[in-house]
């Protein structure tokens, strides 16, 4: 082991480390979706959040110099965006799922004409904790070098499960997802309730595209996402609406995203598409292996429009 | 209104609402009605569907604003501008839909309803309050269980327990025992009787079960077509007197006598056993037999698999085991066996299991026959004109009330939506007949034509099987009674030997 080699090792801690890094806009994105769905309300618009928060993350930790500027940008452009989602869809008669792909074009479109400066230059990033110190090993400090948005994003798992039963905005949540004409009959204003939620969905997408751009892979241009946003609101549907479930969902994606590069660093180089293709056939397999012709999906949210 | 005025400081109080007038675009839904509940009494709102009982009350809640009228709620004058208002006057209504939410606990929708829900809820402290207000109630309810896990009698008392632990003191009720069975219906009743003759509450209660009026009510205000038709104390009336008080002069179609022999099996059922949609077994491996000129009537409380032996039946659910035979020929609900056994099916909620909503009335009651002669060449070219005037004919013949047949079967009224899915079941020769809660939501006319038309069928010798939740129904129509619960029948008598209390008994499982 003198010559910092560990072998076939690499593959699992390669996989650990690829699935605490790629695994956060999973994350943030999933965390978001899962409170405007509970909400009673779907927005696939989010992979357009993700690419404009990465853009605009990218382009004011530029100008400003401050990461954390970046990351706040890019949540505020993402309730915007979510924003914008909400109000139309609180116009009579309008679709949220056609809604959504009009926004996620509309974003992924923006944030490519805006972004074409930024592919040049390079912005400060966001920094990273050093948890492996203890080993010299080479790989292993590597997997654990974790950032900081990752354990915001897991401390937010359980803070999220929480609220939702715990406080008055995550019933109120519930209330509208699960029927607007109770949360109408006790005065509330669903649409209301449902504009919030989405907003602050879009914030957290936007945040998970801000990782995107500031640390991993850590560069603005047009192929930075490849369709994490709408990946992660298929997640938050086999993660049963349940923000814990959301964090281990993510978590197995990542580590499924990772198994393709770690394998061809130890040499196995046949069927590398494959195995990059391994968080799609993840998701087929999970799919197919939950959903039944006969039963409809528990813990979803009876309001909204894929369960109606 | 003036906000911080209450209502008199404790006990029942009176609403009354006067001159009420409610126009939506071009339809008066309310033309000057005068409601008078006195303080501490059962009031009765009586009236068809459509009267306008619904759209009075919603006035009195500030859902709707009335165009003109006045409501005086504890002898003051109140402008109520929306619910919020009415609620903080101490007003409440219990929704023939209900408003709780089913994927939450019993206790978390307690504690939501409230206007004062603390932005972290403390729950074991809130759990100890709810169980010390539960004792002081008479009704009980499990706390923790989530609300799509009880009984639609507890979801019922639930309804009324939020008003209560709201502390309001008017309560308004729709409907509220059509989810009930009839012994659950008295209790219910029954125990809100008790609070008022205390003098703690003011109940208003919409309803079209007169024995319920006779039984609990003190007053009684009488709809009809928007219009005030009788108002008077219940003692003073009879049931004919206050049916023919919400009909009016209206003719109703008179049904036929029972005649007829019963003739050999026509609808067998074999173990048959359903799953619902989480899964679960909903229909527990009934049998059952149905014989021409016979009405099998299925009785039970909604939500005890009824529903999904009707889907099996009409082909919308695949049994996941048993046998299902017509005429002794296997059955798979395919369209060829349909068509060869004559069977006829009368849907619950006709627009959405036995319609199009956006097509035409002819294209719909077209349905079974659409890509035959003469009403289609060949099997494929089809022959609208035929369509139309098969439309007009049974248009006239069943009453249906449409502007044109190409009107879309949509914008049609509920009586009349289920007057076109009879049309074109009941239209020609039935020897099976499977109807579900057939009359649900109707008005009287549609109710009479409806009961005329099954009866008629039998008569003629098919084989019927009925489900219904309304049991008044069934015992006028069926010949045999079945009861249905937990997806078993426990249950099964003629109709002329069933036993009231019995039926009752066993549909709510004892």
Redesign the interface.
């Known amino acids: 082991m003198a010559d910092g080699s560990i072998g076939l090792w690499t593959v699992p801690l390669a996989v650990l480390g690829g699935a605490i890094r790629v695994s956060t806009p999973f994350l943030f994105v999933s965390l978001g979706e899962c409170i405007t769905e509970r909400s009673g309300r779907i927005n696939l618009g989010l992979e357009g959040t993700l690419v404009m928060g990465a853009m605009s993350a990218y382009g004011i930790s530029y100008l400003s110099g401050s990461p954390w500027l970046g990351v706040l940008a890019a949540g505020i452009t993402g309730a915007l965006l979510g924003a914008l989602h909400a109000g139309i869809c609180s116009l009579p008669r309008v679709n949220d799922v056609a809604v959504g792909i009009a926004l996620m074009l509309f974003g992924t479109g923006l944030a490519f004409y805006l972004g074409k400066p930024l592919i040049e230059p390079t912005a400060p990033r966001l920094p990273a904790i050093d948890f492996g110190w203890w080993s010299d090993i080479p790989q292993v400090r590597a997997a654990l070098r974790v950032n900081v948005l990752f354990l915001i994003g897991a401390a937010l798992a359980p803070i999220l499960y929480w609220a939702f039963?715990?406080?008055?905005?995550g019933?109120?949540i519930?209330?509208a997802g699960?029927?607007s004409?109770?949360a109408r009959?006790?005065?509330h204003s669903v649409l209301l309730i449902r504009l919030r939620a989405t907003m602050v969905g879009g914030f957290l997408a936007g945040i998970g595209g801000s990782f995107l751009s500031l640390f991993y892979p850590g560069s603005w241009n047009e192929g930075l996402s490849s369709g994490q946003g709408i990946t992660a609101v298929a997640l938050v549907i086999f993660a049963r609406w349940d923000p814990l479930l959301c964090l281990w969902a993510s978590l197995a994606f990542g580590g499924a995203a990772a198994l393709g590069p770690a394998l061809q660093s130890v040499g196995v180089t046949s069927g590398y598409h494959l195995f990059n293709a391994a968080p799609y056939i993840l998701t087929l397999a999970i799919m197919i292996i939950t959903c039944?012709p006969?039963?409809?999906l528990?813990g979803a949210?009876?309001e909204l429009s894929i369960t109606r | 209104m003036i906000i911080g005025e209450t209502p008199p400081p404790s006990g029942a109080f009176g609403v009354d609402a006067i001159a009420m007038t409610m126009r939506f675009g071009d339809f008066l839904a309310l033309d000057n009605v005068e409601l008078k509940v006195r303080p501490g009494s059962f009031h009765a709102l009586l009236g068809e569907n459509g009267a306008g009982k619904s759209t009075l009350v919603k006035c009195i809640m500030g859902y709707y604003h009335a165009t003109e009228g006045d409501i005086i709620v504890g002898g003051r004058e109140q402008a109520i501008a929306n619910p919020k208002d009415a609620h903080a006057l101490g007003l409440g209504m219990v929704y023939q839909h209900f408003t709780l939410v089913p994927a939450m606990t019993v206790a978390e929708n307690l504690v939501l309803a409230r206007d004062d829900v603390p932005a972290v809820v403390n729950w074991s402290q809130e759990m100890k309050e709810l169980e010390a207000f539960l004792a002081r109630m008479p009704f009980k309810v499990p706390l923790s269980a989530k609300v799509s896990d009880i009984s639609a009698g507890e979801r019922q008392k639930c309804e009324i327990l939020k008003q209560l632990y709201l502390k309001r003191r008017f309560l308004i009720l729709d409907e509220p025992t059509s989810v009930l069975t009839p012994a659950e219906a008295d209790e219910v009743l029954g125990m809100l009787r008790d609070m008022v003759v205390k003098g703690e509450l003011t109940i208003l209660m919409i309803t079209h079960k007169f024995r319920e009026v006779m039984a609990f009510a003190d007053d009684v205000t009488i709809l009809r077509r928007g219009k005030l038709a009788g108002a008077g104390k219940v003692a003073e009336l009879t049931p004919d007197a206050m049916a023919r008080t919400m009909i009016g002069a209206e003719e109703l179609t008179v049904q036929p006598p029972r005649t007829g022999e019963t003739g050999q099996a026509r609808l067998e059922l074999a173990k048959v056993r359903a799953l619902d949609d989480a899964g679960a077994v909903a229909v527990h491996d009934v049998s059952l037999t149905v014989r021409a000129g016979e009405i099998v009537g299925i009785a039970g409380v909604s939500g005890n698999g009824q529903r999904q032996l009707v889907e099996v039946l009409a082909g919308q659910r695949e049994a996941e085991g048993g046998e299902i035979r017509v005429a002794g020929d296997s059955y798979h609900a395919s369209r060829e066996e349909m068509r060869r056994h004559r069977m006829s099916l009368l849907p619950e909620e006709p627009l959405k299991n036995a319609c199009v909503g956006g097509m035409s009335v002819a294209d719909n009651i077209a349905f079974r026959e659409f890509d035959r002669a003469p009403f289609a060449s060949g099997g494929w070219w089809l022959n609208r004109g035929a369509f139309r005037e098969d439309a007009k004919k049974k248009i006239g013949q069943y009453k249906i009330k449409t502007r044109t047949p190409d009107t879309p079967i949509s914008a049609l009224s509920g009586g009349n939506v289920q007057r076109a899915v009879l049309a074109r079941e009941l239209g020609s020769d039935v020897e099976v007949l499977i109807a579900a809660n057939p009359c649900f939501g109707l008005d009287f006319a549609a109710v009479a034509q409806i009961h005329a038309e099954i009866m008629a069928a039998r008569n003629r010798g098919a084989a019927v099987l009925l489900v219904s939740e309304d049991l008044d129904e069934l015992l006028e129509l069926s010949d045999r009674l079945v009861v249905m619960f937990h997806g078993e029948f426990v249950y099964e008598a003629r109709t002329s030997q069933a036993d009231l209390t019995e039926v009752g008994r066993h549909m709510a499982g004892h």
């Open positions: 039963r715990t406080t008055r905005w019933l109120l519930r209330t699960e029927s004409d109770a009959a006790m005065g039944s006969k039963r409809t528990t949210p009876a």
